[in-house]
Nanobody, 127 residues
Framework: QVQVVESGGGSVQAGDSLRLSCAVS????????AAWFRQAPGKEREGVGA??????????YYADSVKGRFTISRDYASNTLYLQMNSLKSEDTAMYYC??????????????????WGQGTQVTVSS
């Protein structure tokens, strides 16, 4: 059984920062790929950042729309994935989801490839 729980969303002003957290717990399943996706009303789900387990893994992936503003990271001790979001814009408004999978999935992340998802956390940015 795998549980994925996001937190940290909220309503902020343009230019502000937020940090999303994703707590992952499992019994025998061991996540290898982890990603953050977002979905705005009427739009497709977009992968904004992704990374692999292991300290010798390649650099994380970022969508062009967030590159330089968002940082994805992973704390192995607590099994938590983070998304630090700086210089937020109104177009970042969306429901943000964390997803994990045991396989080494390619970049950019494709939502249909990920096996386990959290319930989502809403981020609203006012201009």
């Amino acid at each position: 059984q795998v549980q994925v729980v996001e937190s940290g969303g909220g309503s902020v002003q343009a230019g502000d920062s937020l940090r999303l957290s994703c707590a992952v717990s499992w019994d025998t399943y061991r996540p290898y790929s982890a990603a953050w996706f977002r979905q705005a009303p009427g739009k497709e789900r977009e992968g904004v950042g992704a990374l692999y387990a292991g300290r010798d893994s390649p650099p994380p992936y970022y969508a062009d729309s967030v590159k330089g503003r968002f940082t994805i990271s992973r704390d192995y001790a607590s099994n938590t994935l983070y998304l630090q979001m700086n210089s937020l814009k109104s177009e970042d408004t969306a429901m943000y989801y964390c997803a994990v999978d045991a396989r080494r999935l390619s970049f950019p992340p494709v939502h249909s490839h990920y096996a386990y998802w959290g319930q989502g956390t809403q981020v609203t940015v006012s201009s």
